[in-house]
């Protein structure tokens, strides 16, 4: 019998867990292929719904649900002690967990995602709030509830970090908001980023900074933040700027897994070293890295992990079947951009074409909300 | 360095000049302190852009330590030589593959 090891339950590793059970389905029938996901959550959070609850437009039910039930049944999940991952040895095709059992895989899936890393900023941790942990979008729903004016920093702290266009949603949201509420002319805000502009790529730069104009948004970059005063209520940067600050609101610099490094097998960030067409894990023909685990320049993004998993699913089971065929990923991500509360622009790009961001609308908010509810009905499930 | 060789106009020597230099530049490579930490293909599209992407792999290696980077464009090669230089870092090496560029940058 062969042996698909995923780790990692999030977004990435639940996508690609239910596509791998839909392409391998005879051989899992007669028993050839077992298919296992180790994670210690038991609970999947939808993250890029985490900016909607921060701003107080969903409720935190909303983007939470249980991994077992989003997981095909032929799926073996272990969660817990059993699923906490404490080593990936991938010159000995094993993953250890917590438990101390040493699991052998004949392929791995390495999905173990990218995580908050405060402590690289002094005073952030005490100082911020994010939406992009589901903990941290609740304390943030209520410090902006109580917000009655002032000035409103939002800071970007390193790149790369999981879903690149989210800050541009929070402060377009934001702004919105304070429009809605009647607070406009009492706010002030100013985005702050670490490379110049407010976007990586030129033409959503270029848009977005647009908007922002149009919507007396301050913009101050680059911007790379050094160390936050949290009773003072000032944070600083590399390139001698002071803002003082009634709210901060931004995004934490991210790292990856600390089993990645524990385990040796990351960069200094933790990201694991990927080839950027196969997806395969550098050195190791048998082992996938798939979503914001990996190192390549491409978007940490849901939708990144969605299209990554065609290509993983294809190449493992190819490889089941005897098949010589590898196919490549084209770089390919598609991200909508709120712009406000009721319209929204997107991307779409891969490696070789840059986007082209239509003008934002309405239609294209309902898009967004659309796409966010078929998550765990659709994409989750791997049914397209 | 022992190594030298001399600019000529003369069409026949121009070759092996150019092969002289390409000697000597690897030499002054290999003989440098730096290590390369990480390559980075910069060639596709991404959300951090070029600049973003590098701005996160130079924040986390050390002083002395170097990255090589392979760029799709003249132009993204002149954005990201102007950011290197404005952060201190510098371009160690610059070479031509085809239409691609490949930078060493050494922080």
């Known amino acids: 019998m062969k042996r698909i090891i995923i780790a990692g339950g999030g977004i990435a590793g639940t996508i690609v867990a239910n596509r791998l059970v839909k392409a391998l389905s005879p051989e899992i029938g007669k028993g050839e292929v077992e298919l296992v996901v180790i994670d210690k959550s038991d609970r999947h959070v939808y993250q890029p719904g985490q900016v909607f609850v921060g701003m107080g437009l969903v409720e935190p039910t909303e983007i939470i649900k249980n991994e077992r039930d989003l997981l095909d049944d032929r799926v073996k999940f272990l969660h817990g002690e059993k699923g906490e991952i404490t080593k990936i040895d991938p010159a000995n095709n094993t993953v250890v967990t917590a438990d101390g059992v040493k699991h052998t895989y004949d392929y791995l899936v390495i999905a173990t995602g990218s995580h908050l890393n405060w402590d690289e900023i002094p005073g952030l941790r005490e100082a911020e709030y994010t939406p992009w942990s589901y903990d941290d979008a609740l304390k943030m729903r209520e410090a902006v509830q109580q917000f009655q004016g002032g000035t409103v920093v939002i800071n970007v702290a390193r790149l790369p970090h999981k879903c690149p266009v989210g800050p541009l949603e929070m402060t377009l949201m934001f702004e919105d908001w304070t429009r809605r509420i009647g607070i406009r002319d009492k706010t002030r805000i100013i985005y702050t980023y670490p490379i110049q502009g407010v976007f990586g790529i030129k033409s959503a730069n270029d848009l977005m900074i647009k908007i922002f104009k149009e919507k007396g948004i301050e913009i101050i970059s680059p911007f790379t933040v050094t160390r936050v005063d949290p009773k003072e209520k000032i944070i600083e940067s590399q390139e001698g700027e002071k803002l003082k600050f009634d709210l901060l609101l931004g995004v934490p610099p991210h790292v990856g897994a600390k089993v990645i490094g524990d385990s040796g097998i990351g960069d200094k960030r933790n990201w694991v070293p990927t080839d950027k067409f196969t997806l395969q894990m550098k050195g190791y023909s048998n082992v996938y890295v798939i979503g914001d685990t990996t190192d390549i320049p491409i978007s940490k993004a849901g939708s990144t992990a969605d299209f990554e998993s065609y290509v993983v699913t294809a190449n493992i089971v190819n490889d089941i079947r005897g098949i010589k065929q590898k196919k490549m990923y084209d770089g390919s991500v598609f991200c909508y951009i709120g712009t406000g509360l009721d319209q929204a622009t997107y991307i779409r790009f891969n490696y070789n074409n840059p986007p082209i961001p239509p003008p934002p609308s309405y239609v294209h908010w309902w898009g967004k909300i659309l796409y966010n509810k078929l998550y765990w009905t659709v994409t989750a499930k791997a049914i397209v | ?107």
Do not use: H
């Open chain 2, 1 to 107: 360095m022992l190594v030298s060789f001399q600019i000529t106009k003369n069409k026949k020597n121009f070759n092996k000049n150019i092969y002289i230099r390409k000697i000597f530049n690897n030499i002054v490579r290999d003989m440098s302190s730096y290590k390369i930490q990480k390559s980075l293909d910069l060639t596709g599209t991404s959300c951090a852009g070029p600049i973003g992407e590098l701005s996160g792999v130079m924040d986390e290696i050390g002083v002395g330590e170097a990255v090589e980077v392979i760029l799709g464009d003249e132009a993204t090669k002149k954005d990201v030589v102007a950011w290197v230089t404005k952060k201190g870092y510098k371009v160690v090496s610059e070479t031509k593959e085809g239409n691609k560029f490949k930078l060493i940058i050494q922080k």
